[in-house]
């Protein structure tokens, strides 16, 4: 096997970026990137960014792809930056146009903001396969917490984003627009039934004080262990027990700086008359 896998952590948004790599080809892509941003300030900046793009430069590698998993309510990608910097294809699952129907008009971005997913280079579909150097990935439709959701069947390894996290703190939630306990079951059974031995890379962790967070676990150590939905879960008892759980929960920190720019690839969009960019704020809506 001649894939690398190189982990890079935010601690701000507890949010792990992946740079996947065919050693033999020296071909890479960039899986869920993120964009620092200061919302108390309203500024962001791209030091995160800079070291994923210093690594890769750094290494010979060039870039093939970046990637998304879904639509993040918790951080900003940087896509739209790697794209300018490193090259690559920006892609998503095809769900994505049921993200982009609910959530545009929300923002009253319909001028902005296309809903056919044009603004993303490729949207794929779920069974498709594509090329990384010569690794093969293939790409799992696994919605349930946002319909847009997919995995990335790549070797012996998946990259699952937000559907599911260590086995100590379960599923992702279910309560956003779009998202449906059952479906995210299913998903997960879905992955489940991949090789115990195969690889799960997490999207994010929030390990206590003093702890390291953990961005990788395995299929098997999930079946066994994870708190919300093992191999012994029923659907009757996962779905009671995600939607207590989400009921005690608050909104995302960056919920919607986060799902505007990321529907246009991390971007914040043109300038306004006076040369400033801005970001909407619906009122009372969420």
Known sequence: MTMQVKTFFDEQTST?????????TKRCAVIDSVLDYDQDAAKFSTEGLDKVIAFINNAGLTNEWILETHIHADHITGAFYLKQHIGGKTAIDTGI???LAMWVPLFNLTNEIPISGEQFDHLFADGDQFKIGNLTAEVLHTPGHTPACSTYHIENAVFVGDTVFAPELGTARVDFPGGDAQDLYNSIQRIYTLPDETLMYLCHDYPPEGQEPTSQTTI??????NKMLNQHTTLTEYVTARVARDKTLGVPKLIL?????????????PKAANGIQYI??????L
Do not use: E
């Open 257 to 269: 700086p986060s799902i505007q720019t990321n529907m246009r690839l991390g971007s914040f969009g």
């Open 220 to 225: 098997g150590q999930q079946k066994s262990n």
């Open 97 to 99: 146009k049921q993200v």
């Open 280 to 285: 909407h704020i619906p009122i009372n809506t």
């Open 16 to 24: 792990f970026t992946y740079v996947v790599i065919d050693v033999a």
